[in-house]
């Protein structure tokens, strides 16, 4: 089946505008997450989403990211106000959830997103 | 919190020889689980290979393998036979049994010269 489904593949806006990032997840996976790749950088945790409970949001950087997933299934991630610091590739993962044992993260091939 | 360094910025290997490349994380819990990721240009991170904390015996997936050393919380990655399309940056990474989130390394360069 068809993997995890980012779009766009590159964004380029001005400071000061809003941007929306999409994630389509492999289907019939029931968790969701999203990660910032900063350049040259490892990853780092931003939001979770399992099922129909709340969302983990303990790694959002400040109150103008937000992210919500309609549906239990796409999801959209916005960053209000962007700033040049927020230029880096964002990339979605999504697994069949929590339960017994390991559940893989499958990645998308993310957005690099351009503040100039 | 738990935090993973990954200690070297890049690493070289010539063709069909082996390299490794080096993890070691911070956690004060017993279970867990590690993960390497490569991810080439494309960007797309795929997992190479994992481990549970709690198995003894080192992971193994074809050419690759990892060294698993719980009480020196190190977890390495061999590559055997290296190939051209190995050239990628490699994430190692921790989730614990009771989170979600993975937290991931700085990441290490590999570079596969022919």
């Known amino acids: 089946g068809a993997g995890v489904s980012q779009s766009p593949s590159n964004k380029v806006t001005e400071k000061g505008k809003d941007v929306e990032l999409r994630c389509d997840p492999i289907?019939?996976?029931?968790?969701l997450y999203w990660y910032r790749q900063s350049l040259g950088q490892g990853l780092e945790f931003l939001i979770y989403?399992?099922?129909?409970?709340?969302?983990?949001k303990s790694g959002l950087p400040s109150d103008r990211f937000s992210a919500e997933r309609t549906g239990g299934s796409v999801s959209t991630l916005t960053i209000q106000r962007t700033q040049q610091e927020d230029s880096a590739v964002y990339l979605c993962?999504?697994?069949?959830?929590?339960?017994?044992?390991?559940?893989?993260?499958?990645f998308g091939d993310g957005t690099r997103l351009s503040i100039l | 919190a738990q935090t993973v360094t990954q200690s070297q910025p890049e690493m070289s290997v010539q063709e069909a020889e082996t390299v490794t490349l080096s993890c070691t994380y911070d956690?004060?819990?017993?279970?867990?689980?590690l993960f390497w990721y490569k991810q080439p240009p494309s960007r797309q991170m795929i997992l190479v290979i994992r481990?549970?904390?709690?198995?003894?015996q080192n992971a193994t997936e074809n050419r690759f393998s990892v060294n698993f050393q719980k009480a020196a919380k190190s977890f390495s990655l061999k590559i055997s036979d290296s190939q051209l399309g190995d050239a990628a940056m490699y994430f190692c990474?921790?989730?614990?049994?009771?989170?979600?989130?993975?937290?991931f390394g700085a990441g290490t360069i590999l570079r596969v010269k022919s």
């Open positions: 989403f399992q099922g129909n409970s709340a969302p983990d």
């Open positions: 956690t004060s819990e017993s279970d867990y689980y």
């Open positions: 990474a921790y989730r614990s049994v009771y989170g979600n989130k993975l937290v």
């Open positions: 993962a999504s697994s069949l959830g929590t339960g017994a044992g390991d559940q893989p993260q499958h």
């Open positions: 289907s019939g996976h029931t968790a």
């Open positions: 481990q549970e904390a709690y198995k003894q």
